[in-house]
């Protein structure tokens, strides 16, 4: 549909070739296997980077295009992603190890356990210090 509303732009001053070079690019393809696929060569390719500013245009709003709707699918790929992780944590037939990684992965994700690193690191140095643990052994933390 997409297509449609670009033909009132720069598409309708590029060849049928140029065309499906963009296609091509936009969609992963390199600059080898695009031209292939337009049957010309890559260094034609090149130069219409280079130098046709409507084919740059044209490239770069497909590109674009084609970014924004991997991005719609991979939101749309959230809430079962939520789903499956929650599944992990709460399932009564998944493993103790299993269900603590699920967990660990979500407090990474949500940023908690950047603040937790810095803690465990300084707990640490505290912990190689003999004369500062001391004081803690008391408490069951040695």
Not at 21 to 27: D, F, Q, T
Not at 54 to 83: H, I, W
Not at 105 to 119: H, I, K, N
């Amino acid at each position: 549909m997409k297509q449609n509303t670009r033909q009132n732009s720069t598409e309708s001053t590029l060849t049928p070739k140029q065309i499906q070079v963009i296609e091509a690019l936009a969609s992963g393809a390199s600059v080898t296997d695009a031209a292939k696929r337009a049957g010309v060569d890559r260094s034609t390719v090149y130069l219409w980077m280079k130098d046709d500013d409507n084919f740059e245009a044209e490239l770069s709003l497909a590109r674009r295009e084609c970014a924004d709707t991997m991005r719609a699918r991979l939101r749309e790929l959230g809430e079962d992603a939520v789903k499956a992780v929650r599944e992990l944590m709460t399932g009564t037939d998944v493993s103790a190890a299993v269900r603590l990684r699920a967990a660990l992965s979500v407090l990474q994700g949500l940023g908690a356990m950047d603040e937790s690193r810095g803690d465990l690191a300084m707990i640490e140095k505290w912990r190689a210090s003999s004369e500062k643990w001391e004081h803690f052994s008391d408490f069951g933390l040695s």
